[in-house]
């Protein structure tokens, strides 16, 4: 199944053989099960050269998480199709930053009260929206932390975050009343928010919106109205 996945030549899958028969005397993970994930990238679009890495990473996932072999897989390849690209090549997802990716998901478990299957199902859904308005993965998983740490349903924190962020592309590409008033509730000018939206940036553009709903609902506002 690995040969016919990955379609590697012999010298490559002779190899890849060795790879993960080291992998199942390394790691507490069965050869059966180290070999279908290795088939499973070649599935994923993994590139042969990365079917290494890949599997590794997600058979330590495994091992360390409540994540399925399954689930860790999509989650590395879904943000890999997303992530692919950034300004800075160690906040990209490739199949050589992959246990960066992991290692998110893991602090992410560690130091919220969401489970780690919680935070990549919920990732998994806003993983695209995030990169449209320029969050990192690493932001992504954090993001998704956060909404699963609270509580919020996986399919309605796609709606939630597809909807604001909706708005607040259209409120950037209007520059009008808007703009100004998210700007305002960021504690921003309206050029420092357009500038700032779908850059690397928004994640803290995006933490100040948060800080300002959470001071009006403080000083007695209506953070919902707002």
């Known amino acids: 199944d690995v040969a016919r996945t990955t379609q590697t030549t012999a010298a490559g899958y002779e190899a890849l053989r060795l790879a993960l028969q080291g992998m199942a005397m390394e790691l507490p993970v069965a050869y059966s099960e ?17 079917v290494e890495n890949f599997t590794k990473t997600v058979a330590m996932l495994s091992a360390t998480t409540n994540l399925s072999s399954e689930a860790a897989g999509n989650a590395l ?24 990716l992991a290692s998110s998901i893991l602090r992410v478990g560690i130091n919220s009260i969401a489970t780690e299957s919680g935070i990549v199902n919920v990732a998994t859904q806003i993983s695209s929206m995030g990169k449209y308005a320029g969050l990192t993965a690493n932001q992504v998983i954090g993001l998704s932390g956060a909404l699963a740490s609270v509580g919020v349903a996986p399919e309605l924190s796609r709606g939630i975050t597809t909807r604001l962020f909706t708005i607040m592309g259209d409120a950037v590409s209007e520059s009008g009343l808007k703009l100004e008033k998210f700007a305002a509730l960021s504690g921003m000018s309206a050029d420092q928010f357009k500038k700032s939206w779908g850059t690397e940036t928004f994640a803290g ?9 959470a001071d009006v609902e403080k000083s007695g506002g209506d953070a919902n109205a707002a």
Do not use: C, H, W, Y
């Open 34 to 50: 180290i070999t279908k994930i290795a088939a499973a990238a070649g599935q994923l679009g993994i590139q042969a050269s990365g």
């Open 77 to 100: 390849a879904r943000f890999k199709a997303f992530f692919s690209q950034a300004s800075d090549p160690s906040l990209a997802v490739s199949e050589a930053t992959f246990s960066n």
């Open 205 to 213: 553009t995006f933490a100040s919106l948060l800080k300002g709903l």
